[in-house]
């Protein structure tokens, strides 16, 4: 009777370990054994659960900086509401919000509202410790340290020219570029960001900093500078390294202390490097947790401000930032306007930080869709942003 009772104990034990969700620590290592040293590029191509596996754990692709936690995280009070049955409008349909999540492959999904949290969802596998891709999300965070070096005297102006930081890129397009239309991806110079083609710029170019540089000086001038708006993964590494010609250090280093650190994050991060040792991968890619990504738009919302009432950006920044650029008016410094005062941080295959100053909310998500780029899924996903965001305004 005793050996039975110790059988079924035994198999008792082994069906709750069975049943418990896996933990962070094991998941990496199964996804980092499955992944089974991709190269970095090959992120762009992965489907299914590689892709998956690979957005979850990025930062085992490629060389990356630590970004270190803060040892004072900024809380994040928590007033849930029901909003799994919200509808979403979109070019004469509807979809539910649960279909949505399922349908778009979304690995989680968070929506703040004055500070407190609404809605937290997590799938694919994911939890609230899983850090995930940002992809372009990142050009977003060197648009904000960007001004933290203007607050902090490191850039006297942005009407500098872009040379004058990066004299390396002299006698290219390049000099007839001026730092806020860089910012504005308007330098005027070519460049090709096809995601589905392995041959565009954007697959292509190699993006160690000193290749990168002669890549883009052998690119023509298509149009006067400020006029033209072109999207340019190339051209926010431009700034990130402008950026630390500026300020003498790494972009992760001056992220930890002038943001990461002071406004509370509760994860480390991981920076993608362009190689071995080298400069942070300026238009791509942040390893950081959906939390964290509500905090950066916490930040942003708060125009800078730390909890001790200090601005780390100079006043106005946001407003500026975020205003209709001359070349096209659905873009600011490296945010996405929306033309009804809201703004979005975007990366390919549904990365987002969506931040509404009237209503004060920030909805972040991260996603895995089967392509890198689609306007149909953009505007969908515009259209879910805007639905919670409406639906979190009724009391």
Same mark, same amino acid.
């Given at each position: 009777?005793?050996?039975? +009772? +110790?059988?079924?104990?035994?198999?008792?034990?082994?069906?709750?370990?069975?049943? #418990? /969700?896996?933990?962070?620590?094991?998941?990496?290592?199964?996804?980092?054994?499955?992944?089974?040293?991709?190269?970095?590029? !090959?992120?762009?191509?992965?489907?299914?659960?590689?892709?998956?596996?690979?957005?979850?754990?990025?930062?085992?692709?490629?060389?990356?900086?630590?970004?270190?936690?803060?040892? @004072? /995280?900024?809380?994040?009070?928590?007033?849930?509401?029901?909003? &799994? @049955? *919200?509808?979403?409008?979109? %070019?004469? &349909?509807?979809?539910?919000?649960?279909?949505?999540?399922?349908?778009?492959?979304?690995?989680?999904?968070?929506?703040?509202?004055?500070?407190?949290?609404?809605?937290?969802?997590?799938?694919?596998?994911?939890?609230?410790?899983?850090?995930?891709?940002?992809?372009? *999300?990142?050009?977003?965070?060197?648009?904000?340290?960007?001004?933290?070096?203007?607050?902090?005297?490191?850039?006297?102006?942005l009407d500098q020219k872009v040379t004058d930081y990066l004299p390396q890129l002299?006698?290219?397009?390049?000099? %007839?570029?001026?730092?806020?239309?860089?910012?504005?991806?308007? @330098?005027?110079?070519?460049?090709?960001?096809?995601?589905?083609? /392995?041959? #565009?710029?954007?697959?292509?170019?190699?993006?160690?900093?000193?290749?990168?540089?002669?890549?883009?000086?052998? +690119?023509?001038?298509?149009? /006067?500078? &400020?006029?033209? =708006?072109?999207?340019?993964?190339?051209?926010?590494?431009?700034?990130?390294?402008?950026?630390?010609?500026?300020?003498?250090?790494?972009?992760?280093?001056?992220?930890?202390?002038?943001?990461? %650190?002071?406004?509370?994050?509760?994860?480390?991060?991981?920076?993608?490097?362009?190689?071995?040792?080298?400069?942070?991968?300026?238009?791509?890619?942040?390893? !950081?947790?959906?939390?964290?990504?509500?905090?950066?738009?916490?930040?942003?919302?708060?125009? &800078?401000?730390?909890?001790?009432?200090?601005?780390?950006?100079?006043?106005?920044?946001?407003?500026?930032?975020?205003?209709?650029?001359?070349? =096209?008016?659905?873009?600011?410094? =490296?945010?996405?306007?929306?033309?009804?005062?809201?703004?979005?941080?975007?990366?390919?295959?549904?990365?987002?930080?969506?931040?509404?100053?009237?209503? @004060?909310?920030?909805? !972040?998500?991260?996603?895995?869709?089967?392509?890198?780029?689609?306007? %149909?899924?953009?505007?969908?996903?515009?259209?879910?942003?805007?639905?919670?965001?409406?639906?979190?305004?009724?009391?």
């Amino acid at each position: 009777m005793i050996s039975m +009772k +110790k059988t079924v104990l035994a198999l008792v034990m082994m069906l709750i370990v069975a049943c #418990s /969700p896996m933990t962070t620590e094991q998941q990496r290592a199964d996804d980092v054994s499955a992944l089974g040293g991709k190269p970095a590029n !090959a992120i762009l191509f992965l489907q299914g659960q590689q892709q998956i596996r690979a957005f979850r754990n990025s930062s085992v692709l490629a060389p990356t900086r630590k970004i270190a936690a803060s040892e @004072s /995280p900024l809380a994040l009070p928590r007033s849930e509401r029901a909003l &799994g @049955s *919200v509808s979403i409008e979109y %070019q004469g &349909g509807q979809v539910s919000l649960e279909d949505y999540l399922s349908e778009q492959r979304v690995a989680g999904l968070i929506a703040i509202k004055n500070g407190e949290v609404m809605l937290e969802r997590y799938r694919l596998g994911n939890n609230a410790d899983s850090k995930w891709i940002s992809f372009s *999300v990142a050009k977003s965070v060197v648009s904000l340290l960007i001004g933290a070096a203007v607050k902090d005297g490191y850039i006297n102006s942005l009407d500098q020219k872009v040379t004058d930081y990066l004299p390396q890129l002299k006698g290219s397009g390049y000099e %007839q570029s001026t730092i806020k239309q860089l910012l504005q991806m308007a @330098s005027g110079v070519a460049w090709n960001e096809d995601y589905a083609d /392995p041959k #565009s710029d954007v697959a292509d170019a190699n993006y160690e900093t000193l290749a990168l540089y002669e890549h883009l000086r052998r +690119k023509p001038v298509s149009a /006067p500078a &400020g006029t033209l =708006f072109n999207y340019n993964t190339a051209e926010t590494n431009l700034a990130g390294t402008l950026l630390r010609s500026a300020i003498g250090n790494n972009l992760a280093t001056y992220l930890q202390h002038k943001i990461w %650190q002071p406004f509370g994050m509760e994860s480390d991060a991981y920076w993608q490097l362009t190689e071995q040792g080298g400069g942070e991968f300026g238009g791509c890619c942040i390893n !950081a947790t959906l939390r964290d990504y509500a905090r950066i738009g916490l930040f942003a919302l708060g125009e &800078g401000r730390l909890a001790d009432g200090s601005s780390v950006l100079p006043a106005n920044w946001m407003s500026e930032s975020t205003s209709p650029s001359p070349a =096209f008016n659905g873009y600011g410094y =490296f945010w996405w306007l929306e033309g009804d005062g809201s703004y979005q941080a975007s990366g390919i295959f549904g990365q987002g930080i969506y931040i509404n100053p009237a209503t @004060s909310t920030v909805i !972040a998500i991260h996603s895995a869709w089967p392509e890198a780029d689609s306007e %149909q899924r953009w505007g969908l996903l515009t259209s879910v942003f805007k639905a919670i965001d409406a639906a979190m305004d009724i009391d």
